[in-house]
């Protein structure tokens, strides 16, 4: 170590203003530890440990450096030289938290007053040495303080309190990195990762466990947050969707399960086309998001092909929020989505809009919704979801690959944009009559025609594009891409409920950019439930 490290060293220590306790009070081990700390600093010019508890700690250090400065370290390549350091510092680091820890365990004081429990009954009687394992990422460290007795009562350990010490062995530093690594992909390589990060080992259903304990605050999270109200003249845009997940028998809703019981597959190993339908129950997707408008033609959505415009920028979404899961039903999913949206404008001073893919059910939903709350909110089909309805009709009148369909279904797709919609119905079913097609023939075009009537009343392009709403779901299909296939259609998965929802839930969070401050809240509300909640009032008592 250089001179003028080794002096900021020395002075780190000697800020501390301890003394090394008495040679009398260590064990065995700690006096030949301790002694074998001394002779390598009195060799590196440094004299005993300030820090009384901290010998251990000095140790390890010491021995580190005195091995970096050694000949074996010498010869080492570079990625040899990063391993070797990476475990000793981990062990290092784990040592110095041991310490502090048995530094607390130490100068633990009686609290001043009785300590009284939840249920009422004071706690009189004090013992020491209480102790109980801690899994950090770090490594395991032991944790001894002072229990607080009655007969017949739990013990209350203010310690634990102070520390805010989890309700299992794990760590809130390991269950911190289940919670983000659980949701990016299989629970195997949650643990893969974990590993690489701290070299702690945690088991998959520890992993699991972890992973829904992290999650349950999160509707408490959002419920307490504010909103700001979007600047300008920004849209509040609201979108829903919805996505199946392949779930164990018992994860189903009951008229899905019973269809799967009932359902005679064709193999007996393996699931056959179509029958994974009766396996699956759909998670509810839900966004809201600012944009500013941008009003546009039905020419600039569909240029022509010929003689496309430049490219130009568009607005991009700001401050999404996304919300995805698959325990609740879709009027709880949209009353949340409302219910964000209300935190961002509470007194409509927004235009807000919803875009939907023609699901009736959710139009159902966020009309029935609107009403409650008394807001008015357009509805918008989607027409990315038009375009490839009338695609579909046009294999009834023309051969694959014809360029005329092309032609045909910009002309359509042109005056849908236009606000004629029935028109196009009724000139796509007397195509069809016209040309004499069979039942079978024209079911594409019948459903098409079919479609753009039931959905007439939320095909309004004409005032959506000259209000600068945006006319396409995209953001929501994102949404069920990233939250739900890309984690939850994994191969061979097949899902609980409860870990199912968990994993949705820290999805949202992380892709929502609100995970850290989660996790503050999270914390705080870990320690009402698990430590506060168990002493009267929940007041926990301070040492005198």
Known sequence: MAPDLLDLFVAARQANGSVSEPASEREDGDEQAVGGEQRRARALGMGACPAAGFERSQALFWGLVEWAAGEQALGLEHSELEARLAADGRELARQVVQDQLDLRAVREQR??????????????????????????????????????????????????????LPPGRHSHGIRRLAALEAPRSSFEDGQAAIVRQTGQQIGTRQLRELTLAAAQDADAFYAQRTRTAPDGKDLLVLSCDAKGV?????????????????????????????????????????????????????AEILPDPDNPPAARTRPKARNKWLKASVSDDASTVIADMFADADRRDPGRQRAWVALVDGNNHQIDRIRKEARKRKVKIPIVVDFIHVLEYLWSSCWCFYREGDPAAEQWVREKALAVLEGKAGIVAAAIRRKATRLALEPNKRQSADRCADYLLAKRPYLDYPTALHNGWPIATGVIEGACRHLVKDRMDITGARWGLAGAEAILTLRALITNGDFDDYWIFHLAQEHRRVHASRYALGVIPTPA
């Open 111 to 164: 609290a001043d007053a009785a300590v009284l429990g939840s249920d009422g009954v004071p706690r009189r009687s004090v013992e020491r040495g209480h102790e109980r394992d801690l899994h950090t990422v770090l490594g395991e460290v032991r944790v001894t303080r002072l229990a607080y007795r009655a007969l017949g009562s739990e013990n209350l350990y203010p310690a634990d309190a102070q520390l805010n």
């Open 246 to 298: 392949v779930m164990r028998p018992e994860g189903l809703r009951e008229p899905t399960r019973a269809q799967a019981q009932n359902a005679a597959g064709k193999l007996k190993t393996r699931l056959s086309k179509g029958e994974k339908q009766g396996r699956k129950r759909m998670a509810e997707i839900v966004t809201v998001y600012e944009l500013t408008p941008e009003p546009r033609t039905a």
